[in-house]
């Protein structure tokens, strides 16, 4: 595929990933010219002023409520809001999992669709990451359809520091769950470009992954 590097989001969301991984991440990305980069919300400005000068657009990518999900409506949209002021063009959200489980759907709804405007009125895209080995087949049916009702623009399979990753069968039932317009994110695991092929002829529109490189040269 010709275009795979328009499908990447170059992921680095380690724990200890310095300033210096960092600035590989946004040179790699303008050398393969990636869709975006994704990293903490503490890197966003720093990523701000390495990619301001690059000829092409990437995204600019950072999570919210990462990894596990349960921070409280108001603390997310804190921590969107504050993203998007430094920069951030996208925002992945975890779904709050354990409500999810509870079954607090309306909550759920209404803390995605609080984050969809506040995304959308600073014309960001709004990605929410539903953690697929979590859910079973309804669970599943269910998690898509909150997010198309919030108005996502994404539904990403996985944070990748779960117990598991994005895989083939599940990214084809969700895009036969979720409307047209609302896109689908597959994340965790993917590190070869067999792989990403695989996912995309699935459904998938964005690649995430902290192999683009290895990926789009075929290493």
């Not at 170059?10 to 210096?20: G, I, R």
């Not at 999570?63 to 603390?75: K, L, Q």
């Not at 539903?130 to 859910?135: G, K, N, P, R, W």
């Not at 597959?186 to 290895?214: F, H, L």
């Amino acid at each position: 595929m010709d275009n795979l590097s328009s499908y990447i989001d170059h992921t680095l969301l380690s724990a200890t990933a310095s300033e210096t991984n960092i600035r590989k991440l946004c040179e790699e990305a303008w050398i393969h010219q990636f869709k975006a980069v994704c990293v903490a919300p503490v890197y966003v400005p720093y990523v701000v002023e390495m990619l301001e000068f690059c000829p092409i657009k990437i995204e600019i990518t950072t999570v919210v409520g990462f990894p596990m999900g349960y921070s409280t409506t108001a603390t997310k949209v804190a921590e969107a809001s504050e993203a998007l002021q430094h920069g951030a063009t996208e925002l992945d959200v975890v779904m709050n999992l354990s409500q999810f489980k509870s079954m607090a759907y309306l909550s759920i709804r209404e803390e995605l669709k609080q984050l969809a405007d506040l995304a959308h009125e600073r014309d960001a895209l709004l990605k929410v990451i539903i953690e697929t080995t979590a859910l079973d087949s309804f669970d599943l049916y269910t998690a898509c359809e909150i997010c198309a009702e919030a108005k996502a623009d994404f539904v990403k399979t996985s944070t990748g520091f779960g117990p598991g990753g994005a895989d083939v069968e599940t990214v084809r039932k969700m895009r036969s769950i979720l409307p047209v317009e609302v896109k689908i994110k597959a994340s965790g695991g993917i590190k070869t470009y067999e792989q990403a092929i695989a996912m995309i002829d699935a459904g998938a529109e964005r690649i995430g992954t902290s192999s683009g490189v290895a990926i789009v040269t075929r290493a």
